[in-house]
């Protein structure tokens, strides 16, 4: 392959994947609308009218949002790639350091700043504008700022440190990098997973321990019933920034946590929240969390061992737009194409989750009734304006759990059986 037909691949894929995401966009879209005047049959007694248009419009609104952003984004690649903008970074960076490790790092936290600087009024759109007009979003400006403040500082923490550790790899460890970046790469991942529960996350949320001591007795039995032990159960301030509820773990080994948000608690009965957590347990039981992990790490040593080999290929810079190749530029570009490259397995991975939910669900059927899961579920999808009516080939596409009307229908299924 040369650089005028690589360039040549990359923009292809890079319009086929936009004219796709606006298409499946506009598909929900009109799906949602179509279906809008009737809240679905199944629905019908725990749903109202009200409740279901307020889901569409939610979901329309952002999909809207979506359909802006995609060919927004689109072009930014393209600008950065083939529109010489990475190139001029590069240059720029090659006047002011000498040493190369600090030039490609300079170069890729400028690409990476620039980028969430554009894309900004997207994400206060959303949060301000849209989150807002629902009655979701309860962040204040401040609040928002002091957040993305402090993002970006446990990004410099962390992130620096990994991206001068992997590149110093890359330029000295010879044909083998890959296999010591990876290495490197699975250590921090791991290592965040012990320390995010204790160090990290209460950075932004506070996190007290369940005070409802019958609620606590009856997760403790189904603890025990389960076989699964945690370091505590915490209630988490969701509140603070939306009226959104949730429940999850979080940490390995022995930092696991369960989490629930205060929203959550104020909404669920203990039977439902019960159900909640089984279906959480579930993903345990049946190795969910490890087979995702597991499986990005294969996923993420692959990806490396391709980088390996275009690095080495000229026309794989020239291609997008580059004239002095180097291992930071390299990385750089890897990781900005490959959502480009990927973007149709989409559907695959959607697929892998949403088996893993219908598991997590059947675990809970056999751990506490189905028909309490069903209802807490219901009652999430109305509080979080979750649309009852996605198209079907988007949601094949990006759905990670499964449509409600299939996922309910399972657990009926269940509880007869």
């Given at each position: 392959?040369?650089?005028?037909?690589?360039?040549?691949?990359?923009?292809?894929?890079?319009?086929?994947?936009?004219?796709?995401?606006?298409?499946?966009?506009?598909?929900?879209?009109?799906?949602?609308?179509?279906?809008?005047?009737?809240?679905?049959?199944?629905?019908?007694?725990?749903?109202?009218?009200?409740?279901?248009?307020?889901?569409?419009?939610?979901?329309?609104?952002?999909?809207?949002?979506?359909?802006?952003?995609?060919?927004?984004?689109?072009?930014?690649?393209?600008?950065?790639?083939?529109?010489?903008?990475?190139?001029?970074?590069?240059?720029?960076?090659?006047?002011?350091?000498?040493?190369s490790l600090i030039q490609g790092l300079a170069v890729i936290l400028t690409v990476l700043l620039?980028?969430?600087?554009?894309?900004?009024?997207?994400?206060?759109?959303?949060?301000?504008?849209?989150?807002?007009?629902?009655?979701?979003?309860?962040?204040?400006?401040?609040?928002?700022?002091?957040?993305?403040?402090?993002?970006?500082?446990?990004?410099?923490?962390?992130?620096?440190?990994?991206?001068?550790?992997?590149?110093?790899?890359?330029?000295?460890?010879?044909?083998?990098?890959?296999?010591?970046?990876?290495?490197?790469?699975?250590?921090?991942?791991?290592?965040?997973?012990?320390?995010?529960?204790?160090?990290?996350?209460?950075?932004?949320?506070?996190?007290?321990?369940?005070?409802?001591?019958?609620?606590?007795?009856?997760?403790?039995?189904?603890?025990?019933?389960?076989?699964?032990?945690?370091?505590?159960?915490?209630?988490?301030?969701?509140?603070?920034?939306?009226?959104?509820?949730?429940?999850?773990?979080?940490?390995?080994?022995?930092?696991?946590?369960?989490?629930?948000?205060?929203?959550?608690?104020?909404?669920?009965?203990?039977?439902?929240?019960?159900?909640?957590?089984?279906?959480?347990?579930?993903?345990?039981?049946?190795?969910?969390v490890l087979k995702r992990i597991v499986s990005t790490f294969a996923l993420s040593l692959g990806?490396?061992?391709?980088?390996?080999?275009?690095?080495?290929?000229?026309?794989?810079?020239?291609?997008?737009?580059?004239?002095?190749?180097?291992?930071?530029?390299?990385?750089?570009?890897?990781?900005?194409?490959?959502?480009?490259?990927?973007?149709?397995?989409?559907?695959?991975?959607?697929?892998?989750?949403?088996?893993?939910?219908?598991?997590?669900?059947?675990?809970?059927?056999?751990?506490?009734?189905?028909?309490?899961?069903?209802?807490?579920?219901?009652?999430?999808?109305?509080?979080?304006?979750?649309?009852?009516?996605?198209?079907?080939?988007?949601?094949?596409?990006?759905?990670?759990?499964?449509?409600?009307?299939?996922?309910?229908?399972?657990?009926?299924?269940?509880?007869?059986?």
């Amino acid at each position: 392959m040369n650089s005028v037909q690589f360039s040549a691949l990359f923009i292809s894929a890079l319009l086929l994947t936009t004219v796709a995401q606006m298409w499946l966009a506009r598909r929900h879209l009109a799906h949602i609308q179509a279906h809008r005047a009737k809240v679905p049959s199944d629905f019908r007694e725990q749903i109202d009218l009200s409740a279901h248009q307020k889901a569409a419009d939610y979901t329309s609104d952002k999909t809207r949002l979506t359909m802006l952003s995609t060919p927004f984004n689109a072009l930014l690649l393209f600008v950065f790639t083939l529109g010489g903008g990475v190139q001029w970074i590069a240059d720029l960076w090659l006047t002011t350091f000498t040493n190369s490790l600090i030039q490609g790092l300079a170069v890729i936290l400028t690409v990476l700043l620039l980028s969430s600087l554009l894309e900004m009024p997207f994400n206060l759109y959303r949060t301000f504008v849209i989150e807002a007009r629902y009655g979701f979003n309860k962040m204040t400006l401040a609040m928002y700022l002091a957040d993305s403040a402090k993002s970006l500082l446990l990004g410099a923490l962390f992130g620096l440190p990994l991206l001068f550790g992997v590149l110093w790899l890359m330029e000295r460890m010879g044909a083998n990098w890959w296999l010591y970046v990876w290495g490197v790469w699975v250590t921090f991942n791991l290592l965040l997973l012990f320390i995010y529960p204790s160090f990290i996350a209460p950075l932004f949320n506070k996190f007290t321990p369940l005070q409802d001591e019958t609620l606590k007795m009856r997760i403790k039995a189904l603890l025990q019933k389960c076989g699964f032990t945690a370091q505590g159960l915490f209630v988490m301030d969701g509140s603070k920034r939306t009226s959104h509820g949730n429940a999850y773990f979080t940490g390995f080994g022995k930092t696991k946590r369960i989490v629930f948000f205060d929203t959550l608690l104020e909404r669920l009965v203990p039977t439902e929240i019960e159900a909640v957590l089984a279906h959480e347990l579930g993903h345990f039981k049946r190795h969910h969390v490890l087979k995702r992990i597991v499986s990005t790490f294969a996923l993420s040593l692959g990806f490396l061992w391709l980088l390996a080999q275009l690095m080495e290929a000229n026309w794989f810079y020239a291609g997008l737009g580059v004239t002095t190749p180097s291992t930071a530029l390299a990385l750089l570009l890897f990781f900005m194409i490959l959502p480009v490259f990927s973007f149709l397995l989409h559907p695959l991975m959607s697929y892998y989750s949403r088996k893993h939910e219908f598991e997590a669900d059947a675990y809970a059927a056999q751990q506490t009734n189905a028909h309490n899961l069903a209802s807490a579920l219901v009652k999430m999808y109305q509080d979080n304006a979750a649309t009852l009516t996605p198209d079907p080939l988007y949601s094949t596409f990006y759905d990670s759990h499964p449509p409600a009307l299939m996922r309910i229908a399972r657990l009926q299924t269940l509880q007869r059986a």
